[in-house]
T-cell receptor, first 116, second 111 residues
Framework: GAVVSQHPSRVICKSGTSVKIECRSL??????MFWYRQFPKKSLMLMAT?????????EQGVEKDKFLINHASLTLSTLTVTSAHPEDSSFYIC????????????FGQGTRLTVV | QKEVEQDPGPLSVPEGAIVSLNCTYS??????FMWYRQYSRKGPELLMY????GNKEDGRFTAQVDKSSKYISLFIRDSQPSDSATYLC???????????FGTGTQLKVEL
């Protein structure tokens, strides 16, 4: 299957600082990338959908000013958690779609964010 | 009612057992049905997907969909300790581009 690389795999930051997470599709062009958040023993919660060159579409209840998403190229999307607080601590996962149908979404390995 | 319901487990079985994992869904518009495997602290990995009622087999894995009952299953034959992971069902409506996940079932296959 296609490879999606997510970096960093884990990060610890101080409360009030910003953290950037990168998601790269290594061997295909991803027209659409998705960002999820996963709490322990909970389902993946879709945060936003990003299409290359356009603004991300955020799910209801997700603060767009807090979770900044940029999809500057067909192989790279970034999620920036701004002014992070301890309640933002979570597992963040990106996925990339090889086409509009998204019947095969390839996931990154996830980023464990801890805000202290 | 959640769109996708899945028993979180944990489910513990002996090596070699047949495992049955299940999900129910509420929206009859759902068209594609996926199963993902997620190891601890890793991203999900797609195992199988299907879009019609019936069975689809891939090695030791069989995905089953019953649209009339809105019920999907994943069977694992000859389970191995390496199958120990969380299994998530996900359902996708072809008209949009959004996957709706179940909570995942934690499976442990013991020696």
């Amino acid at each position: 299957g296609a490879v999606v690389s997510q970096h960093p795999s884990r990060v610890i930051c101080k409360s009030g600082t910003s953290v950037k997470i990168e998601c790269r599709s290594l061997d295909f062009q991803a027209t659409t990338m998705f960002w999820y958040r996963q709490f322990p023993k909970k389902s993946l919660m879709l945060m936003a959908t990003s299409n290359e060159g356009s603004k991300a579409t955020y799910e209801q209840g997700v603060e767009k000013d807090k979770f900044l998403i940029n999809h500057a190229s067909l192989t790279l999307s970034t999620l920036t958690v701004t002014s992070a607080h301890p309640e933002d601590s979570s597992f963040y996962i990106c996925s990339a779609s090889t086409g509009p149908a998204n019947t095969e979404a390839f996931f990154g390995q996830g980023t464990r964010l801890t805000v202290v | 009612q959640k769109e996708v319901e899945q028993d979180p487990g944990p489910l513990s079985v002996p090596e070699g057992a047949i495992v049955s994992l299940n999900c129910t869904y509420s929206n009859s518009a759902f068209q594609y049905f996926m199963w993902y495997r997620q190891y601890s602290r890793k991203g999900p990995e797609l195992l199988m997907y299907t879009y019609s009622s019936g069975n689809k087999e891939d090695g030791r894995f069989t995905a089953q969909v019953d649209k009339s009952s809105k019920y999907i299953s994943l069977f694992i034959r000859d389970s191995q300790p390496s199958d120990s992971a969380t299994y998530l069902c996900a359902i996708f409506t072809g008209g949009g581009n959004k996957l709706t996940f179940g909570t995942g079932t934690q499976l442990k296959v013991e020696l």
